[in-house]
């Protein structure tokens, strides 16, 4: 059975830097691609960042060179660095592994961005 685990969420200040981990079991992550979502409370889920086992990334234009997504295939772990966080970034954050049109999702980590 495949399983996501998300980490590393919290409350930071605006400004401020969080790091998210997704650890996946069950399944290794190549080939495969991997990705971040949030969904604010009241709003659908969005996508933040997508990376290929080939290290290919893509960001939402409203990460604005902000986040960094980045995947540890020996670890089968899933980064996302974030810098500069605002309150409009507050959400829960899921990770995401598409593979072999199989799609799986974590059961998210919380980011509050308040002073």
Same mark, same amino acid.
Do not use: H
């Given at each position: 059975? =495949?399983?996501?685990?998300? #980490?590393?969420?919290?409350?930071?200040?605006? !400004?401020? #830097?969080?790091?998210?981990?997704? %650890?996946?079991?069950? #399944?290794?992550? &190549?080939?495969? =691609?991997?990705?971040?979502?949030?969904?604010?409370?009241?709003?659908?889920?969005?996508?933040?960042?997508?990376?290929?086992? !080939?290290?290919?990334?893509?960001? %939402?234009?409203?990460?604005?060179?902000?986040? &960094?997504?980045?995947?540890?295939?020996?670890?089968? &772990?899933?980064?996302?660095?974030?810098?500069?966080?605002?309150?409009?970034?507050? %959400?829960?954050?899921?990770?995401?592994?598409?593979?072999?049109?199989?799609?799986?999702?974590?059961?998210?980590?919380? =980011?509050?961005?308040? #002073?």
């Amino acid at each position: 059975q =495949v399983q996501l685990v998300e #980490s590393g969420g919290g409350l930071v200040q605006p !400004g401020g #830097s969080l790091r998210l981990s997704c %650890a996946v079991s069950g #399944s290794d992550l &190549t080939p495969g =691609v991997m990705a971040w979502y949030r969904q604010a409370p009241g709003k659908q889920r969005e996508f933040v960042a997508r990376v290929t086992n !080939g290290g290919w990334a893509v960001y %939402a234009d409203f990460v604005k060179d902000r986040f &960094t997504i980045s995947r540890d295939d020996a670890k089968n &772990t899933l980064f996302l660095q974030m810098n500069n966080l605002q309150p409009e970034d507050t %959400a829960v954050y899921y990770c995401n592994l598409e593979r072999f049109s199989n799609t799986y999702w974590g059961q998210g980590t919380q =980011v509050t961005v308040s #002073s």
